[in-house]
T-cell receptor, first 111, second 115 residues
Framework: KQEVTQIPAALSVPEGENLVLNCSFTDSAIYNLQWFRQDPGKGLTSLLL?????REQTSGRLNASLDKSSGRSTLYIAASQPGDSATYLCAVAGSARQLTFGSGTQLTVLP | NAGVTQTPKFQVLKTGQSMTLQCAQDMNHEYMSWYRQDPGMGLRLIHY???????DQGEVPNGYNVSRSTTEDFPLRLLSAAPSQTSVYFCASSYSWTASTDTQYFGPGTRLTVL
């Protein structure tokens, strides 16, 4: 059974700092890995999707990497802003047609 | 496109009542799914569908039924509500499952409380 872990559970940083969020998974047989953002009381918004054959994806200040062999992914946020404050979730899509989520990292960027 | 829509946004039920959570998408997506989100546990898959007439169970299917008679709609039925079903429910869709490039699109959620 796929298990996804995100560390840390919460992170607080001053504005302007670069930061890294971590995601690890136990089964490397995946189609893709997605990073989502969730604002309080809202749904999930997809930030980046990395195919199983890719090593990284970039969108603006966000960069996500994938290392299937070690079962790890990172989300790098450059020059953080207060508007980046949210919960960030990673999820892996496996052969069982199920998206397995981590429990998220709650990010607070302090002005 | 409206994307993925869910109704209602909030619902309070008494133990033993039944209800249906509605989900619709206008993107002609084959794959649709239902998740529940509980504090500290992330999202867990309840049921999913890979096309009209085809459904399957996810990680936590007990107490829930689904059907998919059209491509657009994927309702979730609670047969006899229990306090353990108090949660936030999300519906999601994607064009297909087998394409590794498929992004999952989520609805805004339904917050359900069972007393």
């Amino acid at each position: 059974k796929q298990e996804v872990t995100q560390i840390p559970a919460a992170l607080s940083v001053p504005e302007g700092e670069n930061l890294v969020l971590n995601c690890s998974f136990t089964d490397s047989a995946i189609y893709n890995l997605q990073w989502f953002r969730q604002d309080p009381g809202k749904g999930l918004t997809s930030l980046l999707l990395i195919q199983s054959s890719q090593r990284e994806q970039t969108s603006g200040r966000l960069n996500a990497s994938l290392d299937k062999s070690s079962g790890r992914s990172t989300l790098y946020i450059a020059a953080s802003q207060p508007g980046d404050s949210a919960t960030y979730l990673c999820a892996v899509a496996g052969s069982a047609r199920q998206l397995t989520f981590g429990s998220g990292t709650q990010l607070t960027v302090l002005p | 496109n409206a994307g993925v829509t869910q109704t209602p946004k909030f619902q309070v039920l008494k133990t033993g009542q039944s209800m249906t959570l509605q989900c619709a998408q206008d993107m002609n997506h084959e794959y649709m799914s239902w998740y529940r989100q509980d504090p500290g546990m992330g999202l867990r898959l309840i049921h999913y569908s890979v096309g009209a007439g085809i459904t399957d169970q996810g990680e936590v299917p007990n107490g829930y039924n689904v059907s998919r008679s059209t491509t657009e709609d994927f309702p979730l039925r609670l047969l006899s509500a229990a306090p353990s079903q108090t949660s936030v429910y999300f519906c999601a869709s994607s064009y297909s499952w087998t394409a590794s490039t498929d992004t999952q699109y989520f609805g805004p959620g339904t917050r359900l409380t069972v007393l």
